[in-house]
T-cell receptor, first 115, second 109 residues
Framework: DAGVTQSPTHLIKTRGQQVTLRCSPI?????VSWYQQVLGQGPQFIFQ???????GRGNFPDRFSARQFPNYSSELNVNALLLGDSALYLC??????????????FGNGTRLTVT | KNEVEQSPQNLTAQEGEFITINCSYS?????LHWLQQHPGGGIVSLFM???GKKKHGRLIATINIQEKHSSLHITASHPRDSAVYIC???????????FGTGTRLTIIP
């Protein structure tokens, strides 16, 4: 079975632009979560979606938004990009809503560079 | 002060050495994850534990809920174990993951 796939793998954008990142979960997984990892730091939670509804949100500004589609794939959108948005964006999927009983499966991430 | 702290930040050891990476957390948790991140970014889940001890091959993870502390041990370390190891606490109640900043492990042949 294919793992979690993210696209694109790398992206360069200019300040003020908008970006859309995509994530396809493992087949059968209904929960997708997004994380931002700035160089040299641990990941930070952005969003969790389960059954197409937002189930959790981290401390990120409204410029960050996401959605989950009927096939459980997900998009993360970031508007009005800032230099500080440069990071590795990770997507993880799990079969259940709760993370207590199911391990996380991560994609390889999208590396976003804002110039 | 971060809610999840790891030590050491960097660790270099010779092949074959016994490795210990520590994780302390200040929040109430439901479970704790240990993750491995290789250069390029991909993350692999190693363990999820809420009590006691788990073992998989040369890797052992322990957690002490009362002391809010977890350790990851690697026996007979090998250069292929070189990676960043991250602990992540699953917050009790809201089930949000809070990550440590990671420990960069380098095993020298």
């Amino acid at each position: 079975d294919a793992g979690v796939t993210q696209s694109p793998t790398h992206l360069i954008k200019t300040r003020g632009q908008q970006v859309t990142l995509r994530c396809s979960p493992i087949s059968g997984h209904k929960s997708v979560s997004w994380y931002q990892q700035v160089l040299g730091q641990g990941p930070q939670f952005i969003f969790q979606y389960y059954e197409k509804e937002e189930r959790g949100r981290g401390n990120f500004p409204d410029r960050f938004s996401a959605r989950q589609f009927p096939n459980y794939s997900s998009e993360l959108n970031v508007n009005a990009l800032l230099l500080g948005d440069s990071a590795l964006y990770l997507c993880a999927s799990s079969p259940l809503r709760g993370l207590l009983d199911s391990p996380l499966h991560f994609g390889n991430g999208t590396r976003l560079t804002v110039t | 002060k971060n809610e999840v702290e790891q030590s050491p930040q960097n660790l270099t050891a010779q092949e074959g050495e016994f490795i210990t990476i520590n994780c302390s957390y200040s929040v109430g948790i439901s479970a704790l994850h240990w993750l491995q991140q290789h250069p390029g970014g991909g993350i692999v889940s190693l363990f999820m534990l809420s009590s006691g001890k788990k073992k998989h091959g040369r890797l052992i993870a322990t957690i002490n809920i009362q002391e809010k502390h977890s350790s990851l041990h690697i026996t007979a370390s090998h250069p292929r174990d070189s990676a960043v190891y991250i602990c992540a606490a699953l917050n009790f109640g809201n089930e949000k993951l809070t990550f440590g900043t990671g420990t960069r492990l380098t095993i020298i042949p």
